[in-house]
T-cell receptor, first 114, second 113 residues
Framework: DTAVSQTPKYLVTQMGNDKSIKCEQNLGHDTMYWYKQDSKKFLKIMFSYNNKELIINETVPNRFSPKSPDKAHLNLHINSLELGDSAVYFC?????????????FGPGTRLTVL | SQQGEEDPQALSIQEGENATMNCSYKTSINNLQWYRQNSGRGLVHLILIRSNEREKHSGRLRVTLDTSKKSSSLLITASRAADTASYFCATDGSNFGNEKLTFGTGTRLTIIP
């Protein structure tokens, strides 16, 4: 009965590869997010989707492409991985797009690019 | 640029003592939230305080907000070993729209049994 789940939990890959991370929420929320947490624990928003519509797109390289097939799923595809992409990626969801809402986070995906 | 900065960056106290963490931010806000992150886990929402509120309580947590100083504090009373975690403040405000949370740099709290 996990609220927000992500797969995989760990991802180790070579530079230049393409990889995907999947996220699913069973809370019935309208809004989902991708965050990146660096080695200093700084958490920065990357993307946000509301009912499958992209509403926040921070200055993220276009090697990163989110996709939301339905409002319960938000996947993140990364092309041509670079060393600097190594981080923990968190998916989150909230009831609506307003930032006043509590956000529910997944367990994170630790990506290591070698 | 970072909206919130927590102070101190790290804090170690004995179990049973109170822990206070501070968050400063740069621009006007609508709301401020505090989250906890246990090692290797996702963030968990603790409490929200609105810009027109000065203090809020939830169990052993007490949050204050001073909009004139652009700062907030989180007090955890009677700390327990299970409180060991990183704590983040997050703000949303007019400069960032009301759809985006901007997280601070976090305080790593260690409770010594």
């Amino acid at each position: 009965d996990t609220a927000v789940s992500q797969t995989p939990k760990y991802l180790v890959t070579q530079m230049g590869n393409d990889k995907s991370i999947k996220c699913e929420q069973n809370l019935g929320h309208d809004t989902m997010y991708w965050y990146k947490q660096d080695s200093k624990k700084f958490l920065k928003i990357m993307f946000s989707y509301n009912n499958k519509e992209l509403i926040i797109n921070e200055t993220v390289p276009n090697r990163f492409s989110p996709k939301s097939p339905d409002k319960a799923h938000l996947n993140l595809h990364i092309n041509s991985l670079e060393l600097g992409d190594s981080a923990v990626y968190f998916c989150a969801s909230s009831h609506s797009r307003l930032a006043v809402n509590e956000q529910f986070f997944g367990p994170g995906t630790r990506l290591t690019v070698l | 640029s970072q909206q919130g900065e927590e102070d101190p960056q790290a804090l170690s106290i004995q179990e049973g003592e109170n822990a206070t963490m501070n968050c400063s931010y740069k621009t006007s806000i609508n709301n401020l939230q505090w989250y906890r992150q246990n090692s290797g886990r996702g963030l968990v929402h603790l409490i929200l305080i609105r810009s027109n509120e000065r203090e809020k309580h939830s169990g052993r947590l007490r949050v204050t907000l001073d909009t004139s100083k652009k700062s907030s504090s989180l007090l955890i009373t009677a700390s327990r070993a299970a409180d060991t975690a990183s704590y983040f403040c997050a703000t949303d405000g007019s400069n960032f729209g009301n759809e985006k949370l901007t997280f601070g740099t976090g305080t790593r709290l260690t409770i010594i049994p």
